[in-house]
Nanobody
């Protein structure tokens, strides 16, 4: 069974930083793209950033220049460095790992980690 585990959330003041980690327990054939999403109360889940297996990245406009996604393929781990945090960034952050197997590609979600930006 594949487990996706996020960590690194917490309470931070506006302008502060946090680093989120997403660890994947096992990979059948390949760990393809990994992405960070967020859910704020009363809002739909939205993509924050994703990164392909080759390292190509994609960010939503509101976090460009403030957030950086990266990955360590040897550790099956992705990171989200979040700087200059704003109250609007408050949400549960979830990691999505797309894993290839002999029968196709499957999506695995973590349980999420809470990020609260408040003074």
């Amino acid at each position: 069974q594949v487990q996706v585990t996020e960590s690194g959330g917490g309470l931070v003041q506006p302008g502060g930083s946090l680093r989120l980690t997403c660890a994947v327990s096992r990979v059948f054939r390949s760990l393809n793209s990994m992405g960070w999403y967020r859910e704020a109360p009363g809002k739909q889940r939205e993509l924050v950033a994703d990164i392909s297996s080759s390292g190509s990245t994609n960010y939503r406009d509101s976090v460009k220049g403030r957030f950086t996604i990266s990955r360590d393929n040897a550790k099956n781990t992705a990171y989200l460095q979040m700087d200059s945090l704003e109250p609007e960034d408050t949400a549960v952050y979830l990691c999505l790992a797309k894993i290839g197997s002999p029968t196709g590609q499957y999506n695995y979600w973590g349980q999420g980690t809470q990020v609260t930006v408040s003074s």
